[in-house]
């Protein structure tokens, strides 16, 4: 069966600090690969999503960008941290193809300070 | 710009009662509606939908989809303290080969002894 590991749980980051969150899938070849956000009262956003290794598709203008350096490995990274990075952070996979529902890690809940 | 709204924002009832969680959508190119269960962490997948008027069901969960009138129920007959999270919709896009979602913010559902 497949699972996702995603990690560290938490992070406590200063400002203007880069960050690197991982991710990886087992038990699949090939999925399609995706970051979100959730943000306190908001719905879970798309950041990234990624159908095949170094391909990667921004949803948002932001501070943050992805990498699939590997083909079930995604990894969300930063150069200098926001306070306004701070969220959960969920990575999540589905196999090929748009009808396909998306499962998700444990998450990492980033803190900025 | 794509919009997916749940109702209502919380919800607590006593153990045993019946719950139903709106959700209701305006986007461009549906694919399809699915539900999830956020208890902690990851949101775990319950169920999908694509068609209009064909309940899915799973124990005591049942979903149904209105393509014409753009939402969805979720059902949940004999609630357990078990069924307290937060109940995300999220709607499905028809662009691309991922499977790009749009989620609501949730319901909040508590059900109590």
């Known amino acids: 069966s497949q699972t996702i590991h995603q990690w560290p749980a938490t992070l406590v980051q200063p400002v203007g600090s880069p960050l690197s969150l991982e991710c990886t899938v087992e038990g699949t070849s090939n999925p399609n690969l995706y970051w979100y956000r959730q943000a306190a009262g908001r719905g879970l956003q798309l950041l990234f999503y990624s159908v095949g290794i170094g391909q990667i598709s921004s949803e948002v203008p932001q501070n943050l960008s992805a990498s699939r350096p590997q083909d079930r490995q995604f990894i969300l990274s930063s150069k200098k941290l926001l306070l306004s990075d701070s969220g959960f952070y969920l990575c999540?996979?589905?196999?090929?193809?748009?009808?396909?529902?998306?499962?998700f890690g444990n998450g990492t809940r980033l803190t900025v300070t | 710009e794509d919009k997916v709204v749940q109702s209502p924002l919380s919800l607590v009832v006593h153990e045993g009662d019946t719950v139903t969680l709106n959700c209701s959508y305006e986007?461009?190119?549906?694919?399809?509606l699915l539900w999830y269960k956020q208890e902690k962490k990851a949101p775990t997948f319950l169920f999908m939908l694509t068609s209009s008027g064909i309940e899915k069901k799973s124990g005591r969960l049942s979903s149904i989809l209105d393509k014409k009138e753009l939402f969805s129920i979720l059902n949940i007959t004999a609630t357990q303290t078990g069924d307290s999270a937060v109940y995300l919709c999220?709607?499905?896009?028809?662009?691309?080969?991922?499977?790009?979602?749009?989620f609501g913010t949730g319901t909040r559902l508590q059900v109590t002894l």
């Open positions: 999540a996979w589905s196999m090929g193809g748009r009808d396909s529902p998306l499962h």
């Open positions: 999220a709607v499905g896009l028809g662009v691309g080969t991922a499977s790009k979602l749009t």
């Open positions: 986007v461009t190119n549906f694919r399809s």
